[in-house]
Antibody, heavy 116, light 113 residues
Framework: QVQLVQSGAEVKKPGASVKVSCKVS????????IHWVRQVPAKGLEWMGG????????VYAQKFQGRVTVTEDTSTDTAYMALGSLRSEDTAVYYC?????????WGQGTLVTVSS | DVVLTQFPLSLPVTLGQPASISCRSS???????????LNWFQQRPGQSPRRLIY???NRDSGVPDRFSGSGSGTDFTLKISRVEAEDVATYYC??????????FGQGTKLEIK
């Protein structure tokens, strides 16, 4: 059974960076093509970026270009999403999900609060 | 970017009655491989999204058969044949045909009347 388990909630100051982890179990990380989606409180779902297996590259939403980095550690089957230059509008729940599985599997979400 | 427009955005339904949510795409979601990558998700308050339907009409394992998806090209529908209390949630359509970016509809909040 595939499970995605994310790291705990974070509180950051404006201008700081945050790194959220997503640990995969029950399957191989590289075969899941992990993507990241965020949800601002009481708002909809917003795709941030993820791995494209067709070209072997990580692609990002234009909105987050230059601020977000998605990486993987295959030795621990863990994916990471780092977001820099945080502002209050980045306060949201961040989810990892498996694109290769058609977005069937989702992590439990990580609340990132940006506040001075 | 592909824009997905859902309607209605708010859906009050009486228990036991049917419900229908539409999702309209700004362009055809038929992929060059012949598949249509349109999914439906349910998100209950405080929970992660749960995929209900993939590729327009395929119901996920464990999803009650009162949920069904249909449509083609640019117009898609999620139907619930008889709404139950546990169906209170926000429902999203999502396309993965033309990406980046992956895009979602705005969400439809289903409540019991």
């Amino acid at each position: 059974q595939v499970q995605l388990v994310q790291s705990g909630a974070e509180v950051k100051k404006p201008g700081a960076s945050v790194k959220v982890s997503c640990k995969v179990s029950g399957y191989t990380l590289t075969k899941l093509s992990i993507h990241w989606v965020r949800q601002v409180p009481a708002k909809g779902l917003e795709w941030m970026g993820g791995f494209d297996p067709d070209n072997g590259e990580t692609v990002y939403a234009q909105k987050f270009q230059g601020r977000v980095t998605v990486t993987e550690d295959t030795s621990t089957d863990t994916a990471y999403m780092a977001l820099g230059s945080l502002r209050s509008e980045d306060t949201a729940v961040y989810y990892c999900t498996s694109a290769a599985a058609g977005f069937e599997y989702w992590g439990q979400g990580t609340l990132v609060t940006v506040s001075s | 970017d592909v824009v997905l427009t859902q309607f209605p955005l708010s859906l009050p339904v009486t228990l036991g009655q049917p419900a229908s949510i539409s999702c309209r795409s700004s362009q055809s979601l038929v992929h060059s491989d012949g598949n249509t990558y349109l999914n439906w998700f349910q998100q209950r308050p405080g929970q992660s999204p749960r995929r209900l339907i993939y590729q327009v009409s395929n119901r996920d394992s464990g999803v009650p058969d009162r949920f069904s998806g249909s449509g083609s090209g640019t117009d898609f529908t999620l139907k619930i044949s008889r709404v139950e209390a546990e169906d209170v949630a926000t429902y999203y359509c999502m396309q993965g045909t033309h990406w980046p970016p992956i895009t979602f509809g705005q969400g439809t909040k289903l409540e019991i009347k």
